[in-house]
């Protein structure tokens, strides 16, 4: 099988092309970025001999390029977007361009060729939910998104859908909760806190950081991804999270703290982010009971193991965190 994975020099996309060639050696995957401030080919310096991988530089929301690269494969694994909800109150125009009409042309692409094509998406196009309830999003859930990123990641959901039912196209979508592991830009909260601590630096939580995410680790979100294209219905969309129970960031922090043996003293509490949504939860039962996924129950393991992670590979993180900074002054 020829796998097209876009934005494959991403944090996800990375650890799914390494997951792949590890569980599908025969497959030949090709890695289709424009390398943004977010594309990082030195994540995949211990596949790029391998000779099953190969890398091509291109824009999504460039059809000519698009075209050239799914003309003869058999899947798309679409995980190509902007994604920092920071930057897309920032600067939303380029959220548009890239989630929304990038996605679109991947989509004309696979109706042209007749490719497969599953679109990476997250839970936060449902907006959010309260504190202290027992409510969870599925795919019944209704969309309401609330930054212009997971606004324009919605848009993109239903492009795949409508070109599902309108052409056709055999399209599968996930919406995933909060991943975190190796390889994810210091911009985003997990690596950020770790990276901080290791400078000397404090924990900067925002707002009251009583907000909740579903955690769950890279890994297990490949598995699923593995799983929807292996196994899963067209047409359909499959919700994936974690268990790690309502931690709120605040918690996540003194979690952190614990594995680095700092006091908490070193939270530093921050202006919060505008429309900031206070708490996503993920219901999977659907992926569990249709194709037998479910996360690992480990959370503290894989926490402590990716605080690990970034203390032992400077090297990957240091000049991003410098980029990444920036966008913070
Ligand atoms: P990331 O920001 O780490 O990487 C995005 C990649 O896409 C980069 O390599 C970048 O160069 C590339 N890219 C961006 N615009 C492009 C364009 N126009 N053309 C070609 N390449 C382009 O992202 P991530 O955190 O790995 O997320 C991957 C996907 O998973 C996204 O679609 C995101 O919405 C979704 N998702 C992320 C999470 C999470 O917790 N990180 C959770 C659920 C869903
Ligand atoms: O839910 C899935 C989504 O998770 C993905 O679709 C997004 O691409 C991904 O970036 C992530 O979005 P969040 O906004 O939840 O992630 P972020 O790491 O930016 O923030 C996590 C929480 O931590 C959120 O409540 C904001 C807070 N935060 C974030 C930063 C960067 C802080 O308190 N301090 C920080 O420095």
Redesign the pocket.
Known sequence: MKILV??????????FIRYWLKHHPKDKVIN?????????LESLKDVENNPNYSFVK?????QEEVNKAVKDVDIIV???????VDRSILDPL?FV???VI?TQVLLEAARKFKTRFH??????VFGALELNTKDKFSHNTKYQPNSP?SAS?AG?DHLALAYYTTFGVPVTV???????GP???TE?FMPRMITNLIDGRNILIYGDGKYVRDW?Y?ED?CHAIELVLLKGRVGETYT?GGLTEDISNLELAQKILKIFGLPESRIEFVKDRPGHDRRYAVDWSKIHDELGWEPSKNFDERLEETVRWYQKNEWWWRGIKEKSESIYK
């Open positions: 876009t934005g494959g020099a991403g944090f996800i996309g990375s650890n289709f970025d424009s390398l943004t401030y977010a594309g990082h291109g824009d999504i929301t460039n679409h995980f190509a977007a902007e994604t920092h380029v361009k890239s989630n990038g679109h990476v998406s997250t839970d936060e990123y990641k993109s996930t919406n995933c909760s909060n991943n975190f390889f994810q830009d985003k769950m890279v979100h994936v």
